[in-house]
């Protein structure tokens, strides 16, 4: 079992598949974005990733998201998924969905059948100022076709001041008719993506708007749950707020993240790293490195929780960007 110095298990593991992304979100991956000293870093093979994750299933992990980067641009995603499929987890993805149509019959063979999908705006000339890319309606076609194939589908939604945030009771309005579980996310701060405090949507200013047309109703939250849960009677879907900024949830925090270069992460916003891939090469047992790694996690936020750390003006408290840990 794989317990930190909190008492906390963690059993659930995020892996990044690839640092690449065929999209170009201004607040993630924009186009001046600088490459970092990790851009010429070794990358884990499909076998390194297998052996990886063997040694976490042994060590208690239950559930594995796959992430990136763009998960499905990486070119053996197909060989990956599949041989991850043999191991007794829950297995799900996050994708930007452009490619989800050439997956959808391996997920089924895997048994992955919960997909979140990022899509920041329903209105088409909205996405292609954020995304830099037009594939609005493609998104949208693979977000329908893993509804028709019975998927639980979330669709995540990174609000920002003055760009989407007028769109929260469309998204809202999308949950009428259609089972998808839309989640807002507070705008995070990473390096280059131009973050300030005055572009964030808290959690209680969104709920604010949603509720001048909506009476919805609170879920009860899981242990382990990072988005607070709401529903409106009589809508498929449901809504959730990821309240990263203004409330952080890291009390039940089970996560851990692997990064496409084989660096472990005991929190998205940690600032040291441990070189699994490294390890695995020499030939060396990787599981008490992992235990190390977990035991060293701070009880908050990477223990960026000190106010002159955290949300400063620049958004520069990482050394690595949103796209190389994985999100
Ligand atoms: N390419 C995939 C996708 O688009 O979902 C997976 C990687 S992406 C980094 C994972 C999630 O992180 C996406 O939902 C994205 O919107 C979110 N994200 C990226 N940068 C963020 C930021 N600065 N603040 C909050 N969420 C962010």
Request: aromatic share 8%.
């Amino acid at each position: 079992m794989l317990l930190d110095n909190f008492n906390r298990v963690h059993d659930y593991l995020r892996i990044s598949l690839t640092d690449k992304c065929n999209l170009r979100c201004t607040y993630c991956n924009p186009n001046d974005l600088p490459k970092g000293i990790f851009a010429n870093a070794p990358r884990m093979t499909a076998d390194e990733i297998d052996q990886i994750v063997s040694v976490f299933v042994r060590s208690g992990v239950k559930k594995i998201r796959l992430t990136g980067g763009e998960p499905l641009v990486r070119k053996d995603a197909k060989e990956i998924i599949q041989r991850l499929s043999k191991y007794p987890i829950e297995l799900a993805i996050t994708t930007n969905g452009v490619y989800v149509d050439e997956f959808i019959e391996t997920f089924k063979e895997a048994g992955l059948r919960s997909v979140n999908v990022s899509l920041d705006s329903l209105n088409r000339g909205k996405y292609f100022s954020i995304t830099q890319r037009d594939v609005f309606d493609r998104v949208q076609n693979n977000i329908n076709l893993l509804l028709a194939n019975d998927f639980h589908v979330k669709v995540n939604v990174v609000l920002m001041k003055n760009i989407n945030d007028t769109e929260i009771l469309d998204f809202i309005n999308w949950t009428k008719e259609l089972p998808v579980h839309v989640r807002f996310i507070e705008f995070m701060p990473f390096i280059g993506n131009k973050w300030s405090s005055e572009k964030v949507i808290t959690h209680q200013q969104i709920l604010d708007i949603i509720s001048s047309k909506y009476h919805f109703i609170k879920l009860l939250n899981e242990k382990n749950d990072t988005a607070k849960k709401y529903f409106v009677p009589k809508h498929q879907g449901s809504f959730a707020i990821i309240s990263t900024m203004s409330d952080p949830f890291c009390s039940g925090c089970n996560r851990m993240r692997l990064t496409a270069d084989g660096k472990m992460y005991n929190c998205l916003f940690a600032k040291n790293e441990t070189d699994l891939l490294c390890s695995l090469r020499q030939g060396k047992d990787i599981e008490p490195l992992i235990q190390e790694c977990v035991k060293g996690k701070s009880l908050m936020l990477g223990g960026n929780n000190e106010e002159e750390n955290w949300g400063n003006q620049t958004g520069e408290s990482h050394e690595r960007t949103m796209i190389s840990i994985g999100g």
